[in-house]
């Protein structure tokens, strides 16, 4: 596949493996040659972004409509940025200044979307499962932004993109995702993700923000296969990357969590813990970043740091998953 | 009233321990005979044979939304749908809007009910005003209105003091409290119960310990004031054995299990057969939640050794808007009288339990763990004397699942596209015909 494969010839792009996914909800349906579909077309779309004039028509005269029923800064840009520079029409909802505050339910809300004409609805949702409740009710294309404490399957991919551009690969590495597990759709996408490309995840936390059953003996694929730890340390040693996620400063202090300080001694990422992983290892974050608290500075903006180029790459993630749920690769 | 000769039937009368081929012959609203070919040239004939005939089922946990949710359900719905899942006797929840905290909500219950006639309504009184936990209701006043418990159901009296307070007069009374058993400070938000599955659906979770808690702390008070406690709609395996301890010590405690924690597990919300992936299944969504497999089989066991008293519905309907939402959004409750029968009919038929002991536990069961036969002599058998209620329905007979033909205006339900087995053929209550099956295209 080339950049000029996905101007002209859209079916050239596909590769060996086709694309049969109309929606795109989580990461835990697709195979490890879907995700390395997305990942190779990722980074042509990489290449688009990099030209002087970065367009490449192929969603001309296709509408994607946002739908944020949450707060996002990157998220909702990154897709807005995707969208527009592959020449689709993009429209932003938020829950605020629509009819979702007069009332509207959430299928409602889907459907006069779709009426209106968009083929692709990207929506972020503070319920677990409301995207799959949309997309049951759609025509669209649905493509989840992030649902609850469920999935938020193009973070995982970004992440997994930024990681493979730097160390060659995914497959065989140890990668480490520390802090509130419980409540992280990041952590829930990545867990699948990663240990679908081959690597071995561990996931590390202080004991009331690690999810029941998480890291135990996996029955019939229901949860990902996983290593779960309370020990920081433990979780870094010998780890090919780290992903530090965001705590929420409310929940600091309560049952669910220790004060800060007391968070920042034990599951921050400093440049003394860094000792531990392993040569040229990587430190990620989804953002956005409590300094200070699950990162210190100078590990955010230190050389490992891959915080920045994430929020890049999840531009050409996003063009790639809006380019394949649109037909586009098939 | 014409009389009703019902013949040819395998009755089931765990009550008076009949479990026989004979006739039953139902004059002037009561059970007039039972026994080996009965005649009575009068009587109308309703022919039973390779059916079942049992007394009418009861069911203690009924929400029947009169007065205020109606376009959840009405009495009149309610009971048809009392009707068509062959129950003659059900206990209203006293959750409407206004709640029965009050006589005369229990009165106005009372008067759509004998207005309908396809079921006797059997009220629930609330523990405390307005069902907020702050004040008692006034439960003298309620149990002279009628009431045959005191329930704060959907609800737990988190305040230890006024449960006892309730509980000492619930004594005084000779009524049992029925208790919503779940500590609302460990439920915190949770929607399904905490687990595996509620790990992979993102999901908060509330724990089963929630529960058990809830129900240690209320056998306690039991004990202190030696009250009548019944511990509704159980779902763990741990709760289940501190019933059985505290049964094993004396302690008046009786139980209720619902079919849908029998039946079901937490995978339930994520799987559902009309629904390709994650289902995130609103109408598996329900308080206590669906619980774990060993806690589903537990409770099960339970109900068979008689730990738990008996099987009630906690029928729960609601309106699609209500379900048709976000999970969390989404109303806790399961319309359950028209699948009760045909879930347990399931159970028998996967060998977990003995057709007569179902149906034990939807009649005698019921009947003896709140003494209702002090206030319906001969309820829930067909002693003579009883009244004219029983069941005719074929056990062996598996029917699919379309809650679009459901009486009940609630047709939400899990169990949607799902077969079961034992299908009710008629009700009969106060010697009339109330429900009869029609076969559908």
């Known amino acids: 596949m080339s950049e000029r494969a996905i101007e002209a010839r859209p079916s050239a792009a596909a590769g060996a493996t086709a694309w049969r996914h109309h929606h795109l909800l989580d990461v835990d349906t697709l195979s490890r040659d879907e995700i390395e579909l997305v990942l190779d077309t990722a980074a042509e779309m990489r290449g688009i972004l990099e030209r002087s004039v970065p367009r490449a028509p192929a969603l001309r005269g296709v509408a994607v409509v946002t739908l944020f029923y949450e707060a996002s800064t990157r998220t909702r840009v990154s897709f807005e940025l995707a969208a527009k520079t592959l020449g689709a029409d993009v429209v932003n909802v938020s829950a605020t200044g629509s009819s979702i505050e007069k009332g509207e339910s959430l299928v409602d809300t889907v459907r006069t979307i779709e009426r209106l004409g968009a083929r692709v609805i990207v929506m972020r949702h503070a319920s677990a499962g409301a995207p799959y409740l949309a997309a049951r009710n759609t025509a669209a294309s649905l493509v989840n932004g992030g649902d609850g404490w469920h999935a938020h399957p193009t973070q995982a991919l970004l992440d997994a993109f930024t990681i493979r551009r730097h160390l060659g690969r995914v497959d065989g590495l140890r990668i480490a995702i520390v802090g509130d597990i419980l409540h992280s759709r990041v952590a829930r996408s990545n867990a699948w993700l990663l240990t679908t490309l081959g690597a071995q995840v561990v996931l590390c936390g202080p004991p009331p923000m690690l999810p029941p059953g998480m890291g135990g003996v996996a029955e019939d694929d229901l949860l990902p296969p996983v290593q779960v730890t309370t020990d920081l340390d433990a979780a870094l040693r010998g780890a090919d990357a780290v992903m530090a996620l965001r705590i929420q400063l409310e929940r600091m202090g309560t049952s669910e969590a220790p004060v800060s300080r007391a968070y920042a001694r034990d599951y921050g990422l400093t440049v003394a813990r860094l000792q531990e992983l392993a040569p040229r290892a990587l430190v990620l974050h989804p953002g956005p970043m409590n300094e200070g608290v699950e990162i210190s500075p100078d590990v955010a903006h230190g050389a490992a740091s891959l915080v920045e180029e994430q929020v890049q790459n999840g531009v050409a993630v996003r063009m790639a998953v809006l380019y394949l749920v649109t037909g586009k690769g098939a | ?441």
């Open chain 2, 1 to 441: 009233m014409r009389a009703l000769l019902v013949r040819g039937g395998r009755v089931i009368d765990p009550a008076s321990a009949v479990d026989a081929r004979v006739d039953v012959l139902l004059r002037d609203g009561t059970v007039a005979a039972v026994g080996p070919a009965l005649a009575d040239p009068g009587a109308d004939v309703l022919d039973a044979t390779g059916a079942v005939v049992a007394p009418g089922f009861i069911d203690l946990h009924t929400h029947l939304r009169e007065p205020g949710d109606e376009h959840k359900e009405t009495v009149a719905s309610g009971l048809a749908a009392a009707a068509a899942g062959g129950f003659t006797t059900v206990c209203a929840m006293p959750n409407t809007r206004p709640p029965a905290d009050d006589p005369a909500v229990v009165r106005t219950v009372l008067e759509l009910a004998s207005a309908s006639g396809l079921a006797r309504v059997l009220p629930i009184g609330a523990v405390t005003r307005d069902r907020a936990g702050r004040a008692l209701a006034d439960l003298a006043e309620l149990a002279a209105a009628g009431c045959v418990a005191f329930s704060d159901d959907g609800a737990y009296v988190a305040d230890a003091a006024l449960m006892r307070s309730a509980l000492e007069w619930a004594r005084a009374l000779g009524v049992p409290l029925s208790d919503h058993c779940e500590d609302p400070a460990l439920v915190r938000g949770g929607t399904m119960n905490e687990g595996p599955v509620s790990a992979r659906l993102g999901l908060p979770g509330a724990p089963g310990a929630a529960e058990v808690a809830a129900v240690a702390r209320d056998l306690a008070l039991a004990a202190l004031t030696d009250a009548h406690l019944h511990i509704a709609h159980v779902s763990t395996a741990a709760a289940c054995d501190l019933i059985a301890t505290a049964k094993a010590r004396g302690l008046h405690v009786t139980a209720e299990v619902t079919p849908h924690h029998c039946f079901l597990t937490e995978r339930a919300v994520m799987e559902r057969a009309d629904v390709e992936g994650l289902a995130y299944d609103t109408d598996a969504r329900v308080n206590p939640p669906l619980r774990s497999e060993s806690d589903r089989r537990a409770c099960l066991e339970a109900l068979r050794a008689g730990v738990i008293d008996c099987v009630a519905t906690d029928h729960a309907p609601h309106a699609r808007t209500d379900k048709w939402c976000e999970f969390d959004r989404a109303a806790p409750g399961i319309s359950g009288l028209e699948t009760a029968l045909g879930v347990l009919g399931a159970l028998v038929a996967q060998g977990a339990l003995d057709l007569p002991t179902a149906v034990a536990r939807l009649t005698a069961g019921p009947a003896r763990a709140w003494d209702l036969g002090r206030r319906v002599p001969g309820i829930g058998s067909l002693r003579p004397g009883a009244p004219a209620d029983l069941v005719v329905f074929d056990a062996a007979r598996e029917w699919m699942v379309h809650p679009a033909r459901f009486r009940s205006r609630g047709r939400n339900t899990p169990l949607a596209g799902r077969a079961l087995r034992g299908l009710v053929l008629t009700t009969v209550h106060g010697g009339r015909v109330v429900y009869r099956h029609e076969e559908q295209g």
